[in-house]
């Protein structure tokens, strides 16, 4: 078994603490500052965050496919990481300090502009951290466990970006000084996380694991690969409905439920429980497998958002706490097993292809395929706002059942999609350790 030290586990985690957080404001915040601080309508809002996501998308892949073939003294990772956290700090200020334009499309473009801007440095460090988690262990479990370190970090970091923007932003008696002051201290987070991991992971040689195959027939290749297909396409199918219920949670406390401050509530119980059961899953992964983990999960998820949506105007905003508490015990598994998978896929395209090893393609495309269902998520909820005649300044009746909509029955048909699929993905522990074995007779 791979020995990994206390702090190669620790360095590695805490990174992405800086990635939820940012994660947790984009998806929880960003689509209501738009609407309700910066003041761009609703279907403008949602369409700037799906080109910025869409662009973010597309820049993934090329980061993973050039961070492959970097040679350097500091590693094939690292040196991105840097720059990425560097520039991230600046924008998390910029796009948080409010602007007031002159017409919604100059203001459409300003702010579409600076969250392309933004994604795009925050690229720089994302796919070159997911990538390092294949080449720091090869062991099943181990890489399950390395990965409850990283998600232990990745909750608090949602805590943090959870709890802690309008606390910060009542700090000041100008919402303009507020929501700048809560993006420049959220950026210092990302940024310093970033760095201790930077400094802490020592990047193994890659020499000879060079791949000489071009940018194009690279990707098509490994979309082609049927197993990462069955992973990958889950994956991607929980993210979007995860992603709607994440930006239409804050307008259902605060139409539905006529209390905004319980929001805040609900974020803690749903990433406590998350963190909680994380260790617990991680345990039970080890006897039943990732994918039978994660399903279970990710039906705990589905059901509980579903009972949240269709029961909360009635029985209340406790009752929605506690429900998003049970949501969270499903979530946990999201923040682990499709992280712990992932690694398993790149071993077997590396055993199978006999080409050399390629976790910067394969974490960009994980990356890309989450950021795409993040896009049309965040776009969807702010044209469905748009279609059942949301205006912050007045919710009637049909824009509440858009909101109901968007927080439970509509996430749930991509949740149901996702397991469908998920139940063709074939590694397990027996499966994988025989991939091994294949290696080591060749």
Not at 311 to 317: R, V
Not at 337 to 364: C, N, T, W
């Amino acid at each position: 078994m791979t020995h990994l030290t206390k702090r190669t586990k620790f360095g590695f985690g805490i990174g992405d603490l800086g990635g939820n957080l940012f994660f947790t404001i984009m998806g929880f915040y960003l689509l209501y500052y738009f609407t309700d601080v910066v003041g761009l309508l609703p279907a403008l809002a949602g369409t700037a965050l799906m080109i910025g996501k869409v662009w973010d998308a597309i820049t993934d892949p090329i980061t993973g496919y050039v961070s492959d073939r970097t040679h350097s003294k500091w590693g094939r990772r690292r040196p991105y990481m840097f720059v990425g956290a560097i520039i991230s700090f600046f924008c998390m200020t910029l796009i948080f300090t409010p602007i007031h334009l002159s017409t919604q499309l100059l203001l459409f473009i300003y702010v579409t502009f600076v969250y392309c801007l933004l994604n795009t440095a925050y690229t720089l460090v994302n796919i070159p951290y997911a990538a390092l988690l294949p080449e720091l262990t090869e062991d099943y479990h181990q890489r399950t466990i390395l990965t409850g370190y990283r998600m232990s970090f990745a909750v608090v970091g949602t805590f943090i970006g959870a709890a802690l923007v309008m606390p910060i932003i009542s700090l000041f008696s100008s919402q303009t000084m507020g929501w700048s002051m809560m993006g420049t201290f959220m950026g210092s987070v990302m940024l310093f996380s970033t760095l201790a991991t930077v400094y802490a992971i020592k990047e193994p040689e890659h020499h000879a694991f060079v791949v000489q195959n071009g940018f194009f027939s690279t990707f098509s290749e490994v979309l082609k690969d049927k197993v990462f297909l069955s992973a990958l396409l889950p994956w991607t199918f929980f993210i979007t409905g995860t992603s709607m219920v994440q930006g239409a949670l804050v307008y259902y406390f605060a139409y539905i439920f006529g209390n905004e401050g319980l929001f805040q509530l609900a974020l803690v119980a749903l990433l406590s429980f998350s963190l909680l059961f994380i260790p617990l899953w991680v345990r039970i992964a080890g006897r039943i497998g990732k994918k039978r983990c994660y399903m279970i999960g990710m039906s705990i998820m589905a059901v509980a958002v579903l009972l949240f949506s269709l029961l909360g105007a009635k029985l209340g905003p406790i009752y929605g706490v506690v429900v998003m508490g049970l949501a969270g015990i499903g979530l946990s598994t999201h923040y682990v097993m499709p992280h712990a998978i992932l690694p398993d896929i790149v071993e077997y395209d590396a055993i199978k292809q006999k080409r050399g090893r390629r976790e910067g393609v394969f974490s960009s495309l994980w990356t890309f395929s989450s950021k795409l269902g993040q896009a049309f998520a965040l776009a969807l909820n702010g044209w469905i706002l748009a279609l059942f005649g949301y205006q912050s300044s007045s919710v009637g009746p049909l824009a509440k059942i858009g909101i109901i909509l968007l927080c439970g029955p509509l996430p749930l048909l991509w949740y149901i999609v996702g397991l469908w699929i998920l139940r063709h993905y074939p590694i397990d522990k027996a499966y994988y350790e025989k991939l091994l074995d294949e290696r080591v007779s060749v």
